[in-house]
């Protein structure tokens, strides 16, 4: 099995209204005949904009959350102007909005009002691509900065052989290889419990996101401090590193909900 990319899905969750607060969502839907109605609206979509299918988190008439599926074209389904974001400025990022958006009964996901536990599953899954996103982009601010320490030269001799920046060197390599460890474990974690019924989310998916999400923020700060003036143009990479970076401290669930979800699987 492959991702060919032949069709583009976004995930329709966020509202103006409701983030990481799942259950306070105002989007909705009625049933008439074999048809489902849907009107509200949701905000800081990734690939809305260039997207061929929509899952869409909406309550039924009972007011429980349901995923409904909705397809690019489909009358009343519109998505505003790509959002000028600080960083991962090559996914579009948009709002959606569904005015009296009919789509077939069918295209309900799963079974009614299970739309929640749905949605953190799929949640469950985004933190760990929010953890190896993290961890690759740590990857590569410390192998630039390596690599810039032993060619730029100071005071006669190569920037490396300062204590205070083999310091920085070790700091960002122990983070990457923490957070690969943490990310591997939580994969094997997942994989293995697949099938089982658990409390969403996982205990070590929400330390990898979490732990991650400080850590690539440190790592890429370093890397601008290791490349000095340069490092803060965009000519250098690691400068779009570091405004990548502040990403998912916020977006698949905020460093801040992750360290109540942490708390909460301890303690229960």
Not at 117 to 130: D, G, N
Request: hydrophobic share 40%; net charge negative.
């Amino acid at each position: 099995m492959h991702a060919s990319g032949e069709m583009i899905t976004c995930f329709g969750v966020t509202e103006p209204g409701a983030g990481s607060d799942v259950g306070a969502i105002t989007t909705s839907f009625v049933r008439e005949g074999n048809e489902l109605i849907l009107n509200g609206s949701k905000q800081f979509i990734t690939n809305a904009p260039v997207a061929d299918l929509f899952f869409i988190l909406a309550k039924d008439e009972n007011g429980k959350p349901c995923g409904v599926l909705v397809e690019k074209g489909t009358k009343g389904l519109s998505c505003g102007e790509p959002l000028s974001k600080m960083g991962h400025r090559a996914t579009p990022t948009s709002e959606v909005f569904l005015d009296n958006c009919r789509v077939p009964a069918s295209n309900l996901v799963g079974e009614e009002g299970k739309g929640a536990a749905q949605s953190l599953m799929a949640i469950e899954l985004e933190r760990i691509f929010c953890a190896s996103e993290n961890v690759g982009i740590a990857e590569a601010a410390l192998a630039k900065s390596v690599d810039y320490a032993k060619q730029r030269y100071a005071f006669g001799k190569s920037i490396s052989k300062f204590q205070a920046i083999q310091h920085l060197l070790a700091q960002m390599a122990t983070g990457v290889e923490a957070g690969h460890a943490l990310l591997y474990y939580a994969i094997w974690d997942v994989m293995k419990n697949k099938d089982v019924i658990k409390k969403f989310p996982s205990l070590p998916t929400s330390v990898v996101k979490y732990y991650t999400g400080t850590m690539v923020e440190e790592v890429t700060s370093n890397a601008i401090q290791i490349h000095g003036g340069y490092g803060y143009l965009k000519e250098y990479d690691v400068e779009r590193y570091y405004r990548d970076s502040k990403l998912f401290q916020i977006g698949g669930g905020t460093s801040q909900i992750q360290e109540g979800l942490i708390c909460k699987n301890l303690l229960a």
